[in-house]
């Protein structure tokens, strides 16, 4: 068994025994229509509470629904789903994390039928996001969010009739939205040198922001990171073009804002809403889009095209951070779970959601005229779908994310030459496979 799910296990076990006493000495439960339920705190799963009246309704099943900040989901689920107790009926896992609970989690096709609701289609869910649901072939879960790469542009700055001439004078081509790389590093460029706007908006937040900017820079130049070969984990970056993307990554940073090595989310907005001057291009989660888009507090409100993310040498590619919504094996009302799950799930809810500004992970709802119209967003969202790429998925990933935020860093900021801070990444993840058994 991997050691950080060893460690989780642990963790779990001895808060069983030490802080749940009572549960084990107490006689078992009887099945209740009374579900709890664990989630990340964010705007998808508040609109989804504002809905649960209905559901409850319908079905005579309460639901409590209990959110906590990501980091603090993966801490709340280790202490609290174990092999044979939970504390929670549904449990809302992100995608990296699934193969820390797999072996906890109810295979999908186990799940009970639903009384009211019917079961999940699986088929409606975009295939490349679908497998977030999966472990080993197993579909433990439903994805249930659209949380991926989408690009932003501003279209107010591409649509200047004086900055296209002067560009199309320099370049040959008009100012577009980009759907290269190269394009966008050309247009950042012209924007950012002629001190219309900064070309570019980078995120250097934290590990898995880290990762998922290398994870999408390396696809791009043709080349995986981490990959299942002969059943077992192995780094199969092809050093040279992850050099080639790191050093194209490092041209972006030099077209974007001052401190553009610290950006999160909460600085990228700020800079790109800087209007006039801004930022030019740069990615977006789904879930942010609201923000950008508030016509009371955003400078920029109608001001952004979006796109599925520019292609590299080799194509597109756009990385998923979506979360998957999972049954316990230890709960005792896993037929109400799943009523509640395929509830969740179905094709009008989606249609609520997305009207909520939210972003299911059901793409026929994302291509509805009905919603286009008021929402232009949506499209690029199933466009990025049909090329979603996901990061890799171990027990150690969260090891492996703190090298690459470091080295990753160091490299595209020239405090390293980008070959060596590739080959230490190699190096260091090697080491960290090879502690874990791999």
Same mark, same amino acid.
């Given at each position: 068994? @991997? @050691?950080?799910?060893?460690?989780?296990?642990?963790?779990?076990?001895?808060?069983?025994?030490?802080?749940?006493?009572?549960? *084990?000495?107490?006689?078992?439960?009887?099945?209740?229509?009374? /579900?709890?339920?664990?989630?990340?705190?964010?705007?998808?799963?508040?609109?989804?509470?504002?809905?649960?009246? *209905? +559901?409850?309704?319908?079905?005579?099943?309460?639901?409590?629904?209990?959110?906590?900040?990501?980091?603090?989901?993966?801490?709340?689920?280790?202490?609290?789903?174990?092999?044979?107790?939970?504390?929670?009926?549904?449990?809302?896992?992100?995608?990296?994390?699934?193969?820390?609970?797999?072996?906890?989690?109810?295979? +999908?096709?186990?799940?009970?039928?639903?009384?009211?609701?019917?079961?999940?289609?699986?088929?409606?869910?975009?295939? @490349?996001?679908?497998? /977030?649901?999966?472990?080993?072939?197993?579909?433990?879960?439903?994805?249930?969010?659209?949380?991926?790469?989408?690009?932003?542009?501003?279209?107010?700055?591409?649509?200047?009739?004086?900055?296209?001439?002067?560009?199309?004078?320099?370049?040959?081509?008009?100012?577009?939205?980009?759907?290269?790389?190269?394009?966008?590093?050309?247009?950042?460029? +012209?924007?950012?040198?002629?001190?219309?706007?900064?070309?570019?908006?980078?995120?250097?937040?934290?590990?898995?922001?880290?990762?998922?900017?290398?994870?999408?820079?390396? #696809?791009?130049? &043709?080349?995986? +990171?981490?990959?299942?070969?002969?059943?077992?984990?192995?780094?199969?970056?092809?050093? =040279?073009?992850?050099?080639?993307?790191?050093?194209?990554?490092?041209?972006?940073?030099?077209?974007?804002?001052? &401190?553009?090595?610290?950006?999160? #989310?909460?600085?990228?907005?700020?800079?790109?809403?800087?209007?006039?001057?801004?930022?030019?291009?740069?990615?977006?989660?789904?879930?942010? /889009?609201?923000?950008?888009?508030?016509?009371?507090?955003?400078?920029?409100?109608?001001?952004?095209?979006?796109?599925?993310?520019?292609?590299?040498?080799?194509?597109?590619?756009?990385?998923?951070?979506?979360?998957?919504?999972?049954?316990?094996?230890?709960?005792?009302?896993? *037929?109400?779970?799943?009523?509640?799950?395929?509830?969740?799930?179905? #094709?009008?809810?989606?249609?609520?959601?997305?009207?909520?500004?939210?972003?299911?992970?059901?793409?026929?709802?994302?291509?509805?005229?009905?919603?286009?119209?008021?929402?232009?967003?949506?499209?690029?969202?199933?466009?990025?779908?049909?090329?979603?790429?996901?990061?890799?998925?171990?027990?150690?990933?969260?090891?492996?994310?703190?090298?690459?935020?470091?080295?990753?860093?160091?490299?595209?900021?020239?405090?390293? =030459?980008?070959?060596?801070?590739?080959?230490? /990444?190699?190096?260091?993840?090697?080491?960290?496979?090879?502690?874990?058994?791999?």
């Amino acid at each position: 068994m @991997k @050691k950080a799910l060893v460690f989780f296990l642990l963790v779990a076990m001895t808060f069983t025994v030490f802080a749940g006493g009572q549960r *084990e000495a107490a006689p078992a439960a009887q099945p209740t229509r009374e /579900i709890n339920v664990l989630l990340w705190d964010d705007p998808y799963p508040r609109a989804l509470e504002a809905m649960l009246p *209905e +559901f409850e309704a319908a079905t005579g099943i309460r639901v409590n629904i209990e959110m906590l900040q990501p980091p603090q989901v993966l801490t709340r689920t280790a202490i609290a789903v174990t092999d044979t107790a939970t504390d929670y009926d549904v449990v809302g896992v992100d995608e990296g994390n699934v193969p820390v609970f797999a072996s906890m989690l109810l295979p +999908f096709d186990q799940w009970p039928e639903g009384q009211v609701y019917p079961r999940t289609d699986v088929t409606s869910v975009t295939e @490349k996001m679908l497998d /977030i649901g999966t472990w080993e072939g197993v579909q433990l879960g439903v994805p249930i969010n659209g949380n991926l790469y989408v690009w932003m542009t501003r279209k107010d700055l591409i649509e200047n009739a004086d900055y296209n001439r002067r560009f199309r004078a320099e370049y040959g081509y008009d100012l577009k939205v980009p759907d290269t790389l190269q394009e966008l590093l050309e247009m950042g460029t +012209f924007f950012h040198e002629n001190d219309i706007a900064y070309g570019f908006g980078p995120f250097h937040g934290g590990p898995a922001g880290v990762l998922c900017e290398a994870v999408y820079m390396w #696809h791009s130049f &043709g080349t995986s +990171f981490i990959d299942v070969v002969d059943g077992t984990y192995k780094v199969v970056l092809d050093e =040279d073009k992850a050099v080639e993307g790191m050093e194209f990554y490092k041209k972006l940073m030099a077209i974007s804002p001052p &401190g553009a090595e610290t950006m999160a #989310h909460v600085e990228r907005q700020a800079a790109f809403a800087a209007d006039p001057k801004g930022v030019f291009s740069m990615f977006i989660w789904p879930a942010q /889009i609201p923000a950008y888009e508030n016509p009371d507090t955003s400078l920029v409100s109608g001001k952004i095209a979006y796109s599925a993310p520019p292609a590299g040498p080799v194509g597109h590619g756009a990385v998923t951070g979506a979360w998957a919504i999972m049954i316990p094996k230890a709960s005792r009302n896993q *037929e109400a779970a799943a009523e509640f799950v395929y509830w969740w799930s179905s #094709h009008e809810v989606a249609e609520r959601l997305v009207q909520a500004n939210t972003i299911p992970a059901r793409t026929e709802v994302l291509t509805n005229p009905a919603f286009v119209a008021e929402k232009p967003h949506l499209p690029a969202l199933a466009d990025a779908m049909a090329v979603a790429i996901s990061r890799p998925r171990f027990a150690e990933i969260g090891e492996v994310q703190d090298v690459i935020k470091l080295r990753w860093t160091e490299g595209v900021t020239g405090n390293r =030459d980008p070959r060596e801070a590739v080959r230490l /990444i190699v190096r260091e993840t090697n080491e960290i496979l090879q502690r874990a058994g791999y």
